[in-house]
């Protein structure tokens, strides 16, 4: 393995609105979910915050329904394309990610991402129960992506992210390659570079460049 590459979900591979926005639309609580969302994006809410208002509207939900609901989740062009560039180049392609862990699974199982992180619902009897049952912030974000580069035996300098906003500020600190993809100003500023578009595989010049760099 020669090096890492951990992908951002919501504004990242889901453009234009976030994963928890979409299933909120179906769940019914889309509004608690958009202001929720707005105040974590301002800095006025935690993501702990987020979660239990966002938990609350995925009560008595079974998570095979979520699963068909995610099959409807808008996300950009050239995400398997992009994974297995990442393979053929010996880079394990990981989701690091605030969404809930059963989007991260999804993304896992249709394109091939090794492993993700994520908050976790309670399920009990079945459905979910409205309930948090493991919190996980930005800085467990990173931490996990630490965690994992140390697991496959890979210096932090040789692992890229590709992040659009507040949350993956940590973790632009630590890898060798930050790169923000249609992202906000505070995440442009904190990357090493930038691309903008509606395919993942505007990014693959960036990281072949990081590579050819890479001692």
């Known amino acids: 393995m020669r090096g890492v590459v951990f992908f951002?979900?919501?504004?990242?591979?889901?453009?234009?609105?976030?994963?928890?926005?979409?299933?909120?639309?179906?769940?019914?609580?889309?509004e608690v979910v958009r202001e929720a969302e707005a105040g974590y994006a301002a800095g006025v809410l935690s993501n702990e915050q987020v979660c239990v208002l966002d938990a609350r509207g995925w009560a008595s939900r079974s998570p095979a329904e979520v699963?068909?609901?995610?099959?409807?989740l808008p996300l950009v062009e050239g995400i398997a394309?992009?994974?297995?560039?990442?393979?053929?180049h010996r880079l394990a392609p990981i989701l690091a990610t605030l969404a809930w862990d059963v989007v991260g699974e999804y993304l896992c199982d249709r394109f091939g991402f090794e492993r993700s992180c994520g908050p976790r619902l309670e399920v009990v009897r079945g459905r979910y129960s409205g309930d948090v049952a493991a919190y996980f912030d930005e800085i467990d974000k990173r931490d996990f992506a630490v965690s994992v580069a140390t697991e496959l035996g890979v210096q932090l300098w040789h692992c890229a992210a590709i992040g659009d906003s507040r949350?993956?500020?940590?973790?632009f600190a630590e890898v060798g390659m930050a790169v923000a993809f249609n992202a906000t100003a505070g995440a442009r500023s904190a990357a090493h570079t930038s691309a903008d578009g509606s395919d993942?595989?505007?990014?693959?010049?960036?990281?072949?460049?990081?590579?050819?760099?890479m001692p």
């Open 8 to 30: 951002d979900v919501d504004g990242t591979l889901v453009p234009n609105t976030s994963s928890g926005q979409h299933l909120a639309e179906l769940l019914g609580h889309a």
């Open 200 to 213: 993942l595989r505007d990014v693959l010049p960036l990281l072949a460049g990081w590579l050819e760099s």
């Open 67 to 72: 699963r068909g609901f995610l099959k409807t």
């Open 81 to 88: 394309e992009t994974v297995d560039w990442c393979r053929r």
């Open 167 to 171: 949350s993956d500020l940590p973790l």
